[in-house]
């Protein structure tokens, strides 16, 4: 079993920016064979994938949505993944979820991932 806690989560102005941490543990977790993903999520909508990077980071993928502005990264070592999150706009309000999955073809949907997170508030206003 995974768990997974998510921290950095806040309130900020349109155009400011925020790093959101994710930390991984579990008596057998294994930082290399996992995964790692961001989505967030806002009352009444599905949740929606933003980022996930691939178990060595040698590959990232985002949403169209936050392509240019998000950058996420990962430190193995520390069992870690972050979100960093450049020029935040009102439309990025949402709970931020850290997820993992060691499946091996991961497509970006939320049923793909195993382990979630309790998640993270971030508030962007106008």
């Known amino acids: 079993q995974v768990q997974l806690v998510e921290s950095g989560g806040g309130l900020v102005q349109a155009g400011d920016s925020l790093r959101l941490s994710c930390s991984a543990s579990?008596?057998?977790?294994?930082?290399?064979?996992?995964?790692m993903g961001w989505f967030r999520q806002v009352p009444g909508k599905e949740r929606e994938f933003v980022a996930k990077?691939?178990?060595?980071?040698?590959?990232?993928d985002y949403a169209d949505s936050v392509k240019g502005r998000f950058t996420i990264s990962r430190d193995n070592a520390k069992n870690t993944v972050y979100i960093q999150m450049n020029s935040l706009k009102p439309e990025d309000t949402a709970v931020y979820y850290c997820?993992?999955?060691?499946?091996?073809?991961?497509?970006?949907?939320?049923?793909?991932?195993?382990?979630w997170g309790q998640g993270t508030q971030v508030t962007v206003s106008s």
């Open positions: 997820a993992a999955t060691n499946s091996m073809f991961v497509p970006n949907i939320p049923q793909k991932f195993d382990s």
């Open positions: 579990g008596r057998t977790f294994n930082s290399y064979s996992y995964v």
């Open positions: 990077i691939s178990r060595r980071s040698s590959s990232t």
